[in-house]
């Protein structure tokens, strides 16, 4: 592994390999085994657009490694002023051991890689958000000890969330529903990639059939960053398209509820339904942590 750029690029055994890794890092901060794995590295972090958790969680996860973060806002790199990503990506990897970037195209994303000499971990695009989905996966084995034969349901719009988590669901072994209205599906490759799985995908446009025995039901918001202006028109598409009792009451017994956060109580997810899963969805977020040290461990120790 050099990047982390989609889950796509990932073997499931890698994927599984970040998972174990994650869980060992929980158990040593949590039980303050030291484990600075990245003394003397650091990381760049270019953000163009907000972030709570996956800033917070890089800055504090390269800090608990023994690395510096260094956090870049776009407006205030040349970037933000025309310079090319290839020449972005190969000034910083001069300085740098590796940068994460959250950005709009997925394109620039994989332009920084291929210019740059230096690991690029992808903290989300339009396109997906693989750090997020980790931390899901992990979520899901600590609260269900194991992937096999679960059904996993995200419910709204087919978004960068969506086709991560389809991609990384399918790839441990769960079987994989997704409910999003026909004019706001999964990216096409990502629909490609799933229909390899035959009967272990399904989509529909009925929220309350993908939701039927359900194991886990995830959701995100209806307007994506970048979509603002497309809010009230979103707001009438995902009508109905809502995690509330009247769905969980149709989900296996002990289902969890995750979602990436932050949320819209009474538009993706009822205030009720939130606050009775919240347990698990904060501890979603807590995983972020745990995950991207992992993948900074995987991709940047001995480099
Ligand atoms: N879930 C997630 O990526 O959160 P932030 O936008 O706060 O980083
Ligand atoms: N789909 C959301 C995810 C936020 C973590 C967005 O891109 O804004």
Redesign the pocket.
Known sequence: MKHLLKLGDLSSEEIIGLLNLADQLKYELKNGIEHHVLKGKTLGMIFTK??????VSFETGMYQLGGHPLFLSGNDLQIGRGEPIKDTARVMSRYLDGIMIRTFDQSDVEELAEYGSIPIING?TDYC?PC?VLADLMTIREYKGHFDGLKFCFIGDGNNMANSLIVGCLKVGMSVSIACPDDYQPAEDVLEFAKSYGDKFFMTNKPLEAAKNADIVYTDVWTSMGQEEETAKRAKAFEGYQINAELMALTNEGCIVQH???AHRGEEITEDVLEAHAKEIFDEAEN?LHAQKAVMVELMKDK
């Open positions: 907000s972030s709570t958790r996956t800033r989300l958000h997020q990436c956060l932050p972020r």
